[in-house]
RNA sequence: GGCGACGUCGCCAAGUGGUAAGGCAGAGGCCUGCAAAGCCUCUAUCCCCGGUUCGAAUCCGGGCGUCGCCUCCA
């Protein structure tokens, strides 16, 4: 079974053969330092994420690079605007972008250079642009010569001559021809400047991601990834400069992912109507965040909302449950269920079947260009069947027979899920966020006079079956009407009182 | 105006030729002292109109609608 990818430039499915059998080489986009990023540009980073998690599980050894731009108009606007010098204005937002990705549980490039470390290769690539009549110099600005390039708008899938018919193409009479990019600008004065063979300047927009790339993995490499609104004109430019310069294929497979939206309108920093990763991550876990991104499919556009989170993080609950039931269960065999007089070993068939079955249908749908919606359907499929053993079936057994089989069980939930990076605290409870008032709930209902907010609540587990079993409904109600103010969750399942407290 | 994508259950969303995954919400049932959780059952013929085919949500044509790119943008 092979991995089939959508690639923009044939605008089709294709099998995934990587130039070498066993490595990927993959580049993605990264972010122009200028701000704090929004939830808009963190669903990209995080489905190139999943991909390259997912093509490391499949086994191939995978070499992810992704640019950091720090030299930009828009940094040098912003940076004036606040009247602080360009590169440390970068530095703080490349220093936020890093711990947002961190938060977000996005796993660290193999590399991530910055453009202000690789000017002098982008003079390099500008010669020989130059040299091969690819570009020309005006006034100590370079520009790149679209017709030069043969094939100008074929990721895109545009013609040159549509584009000029557009009437929102900025006419410059520098320009031999006003599709023409800049290669090189020449620095104005108080803007950041490296020395040039047309005078100090920098480089244009498209240029780092050129260079660093074929720096990195040689051409052509595997994937080149990013937002669909940079396809144009971004990676068109990319691929202009790249295969005129080289004379090569620059990249196998062009990857882009769908945009995220807000009232059926594309999220944007211009348009204003965005939300930071960092807020959102504040008021909702990261699994829940992945976990909400990967119900649509990549490519599709998403809407962004909190009552679209609030669900996700109610499925998250679904997950989360049986893993948590499991972790219960060991930790108290006294509370063990009697074994269900018979059937069992129906049960256990059709359980082990399930866990083969998630693996595999993960599998297909993770094959047929990441489709993490049926992936993660596949997880709900198995979540149901051990959901449907605990309780209806057999459950962990008189003796804690069907442990080995409910931990493959888990195991089949956890390891696709972690290949999507949404990691489940199977944990009932989170000792350190009890609240205090816990420990007088303890001392007026089991009489626990410890200091240990574990114990207080594990007393309380204890007084309350006690309760239950004498029919003392007032007390048992009692207890669980405090838990409930100080936001514990109280389940009364087949084996005793469940306690959790963090949801 | 040019180019492209999309339109599937109340909401979200997989599925690209063989008769519709999953999540959320809802209804009924089981379980339960009550509650919660869980399990079971139920709710769609896929925007509209034609066409191709033994057979289409899936292919083709037309229409309507939405979005994206063409300017910085993940």
Request: aromatic residues 10%; negative net charge; proline residues 10%.
């Given at each position: 079974m092979a991995i089939r990818v959508y690639n923009t430039m044939t605008r089709t499915k294709e099998a995934f053969v990587p130039r070498d059998p066993e490595k990927v080489a993959m580049y993605v986009c990264g972010p122009t330092v200028y701000n704090h990023i929004h939830i808009g540009n963190a669903r990209t980073f995080l489905t190139f994420d999943i991909i390259r998690r997912y093509l490391t599980w499949r086994g191939y050894d995978v070499t992810f690079v992704q640019n950091i731009t720090d030299v930009d108009d828009k940094i040098i606007n912003r940076a004036a605007e606040q009247g602080i010098p360009a590169i440390e204005l970068a530095e703080t937002f490349t220093a936020a972008f890093r711990s947002a990705m961190a938060e977000l549980g996005i796993e660290k490039p193999s590399r991530q250079p910055m453009a202000t470390q690789t000017i002098p290769q982008m003079i390099g690539m500008v010669e020989r642009l130059i040299a091969t009549g690819h570009a020309y110099e005006v006034d100590g600005d370079v520009y790149f010569?679209?017709?030069?390039?043969?094939?100008?708008g074929k990721l895109s899938g545009r013609d040159i001559d549509d584009l000029e018919s557009g009437s929102r193409v900025e006419v410059d009479?520098?320009?031999?021809?006003?599709?023409d990019f800049a290669l090189w600008k020449t620095a104005k004065p108080g803007e950041p400047r490296w020395p040039s063979p047309w005078g100090e300047g920098r480089p244009g927009w498209h240029l780092e991601c050129s260079v660093m790339s074929e720096e990195e993995?040689?051409?052509?490499?595997?994937i080149h990834g990013g937002?669909?609104?940079?396809?144009?004109?971004h990676h068109e430019n990319e691929l202009a400069q790249s295969e005129a310069a080289?004379?090569?294929?620059?990249?196998k497979y062009w990857l882009h992912g769908g945009l995220l939206q807000v009232n059926a309108e594309k999220m944007s920093k211009s348009l204003g109507n965005f939300m930071l990763l960092k807020d959102v991550l504040a008021v909702y876990p990261t699994p829940v965040v992945r976990l909400f991104m990967m119900?649509?499919?990549?490519?599709s556009p998403l809407e962004f909302s909190t009552d679209r989170l609030d669900e996700a993080r109610t499925a998250y609950e679904r997950v989360a449950g049986p893993l948590r039931d499991l972790e219960i269960a060991k930790r108290s065999?006294?509370?063990?269920?009697?074994?269900?007089?018979?059937?069992t070993g129906v049960w256990v068939t059709r359980l082990t079947k399930a866990i083969a079955d998630c693996r595999a249908r993960f599998t297909e749908d993770m094959d047929d260009d990441f489709n993490t919606a049926g992936a993660l359907a596949a997880v709900f499929g198995l979540v149901r069947e051990m959901n449907a053993f605990i309780w209806e079936g057999?459950?962990?057994?008189?003796?804690?027979?069907n442990l080995p089989l409910l931990e493959r069980a888990a195991a089949g939930i956890k390891e696709p899920l972690a290949v999507l990076g949404i990691e489940i605290?199977?944990?009932?409870?989170?000792?350190?966020?009890?609240?205090?008032?816990v420990m007088q709930l303890a001392a007026d209902y089991a009489g626990y006079a410890g200091s240990d907010s574990s114990e207080a609540v594990d007393a309380l587990r204890k007084a309350r079956d006690v309760a239950r079993s004498e029919r003392n409904w007032s007390v048992a109600d009692g207890m669980r009407d405090r838990l409930q103010e100080l936001g514990f969750v109280v389940e009364d399942k087949p084996d005793g009182t469940h306690i959790t407290y963090g949801r």
């Open positions: 010569s679209v017709r030069s390039f043969p094939g100008y009479t520098r320009k031999n021809d006003p599709l993995l040689g051409l052509p490499f595997d937002a669909s609104d940079l396809i144009f004109p080289t004379g090569e294929t620059f990249v119900q649509t499919h990549y490519r065999r006294a509370r063990e269920r009697v074994a269900g007089d018979d059937g057999p459950g962990i057994g008189a003796h804690g027979e605290d199977a944990h009932p409870v989170r000792v350190a966020e009890y609240p205090e008032e």
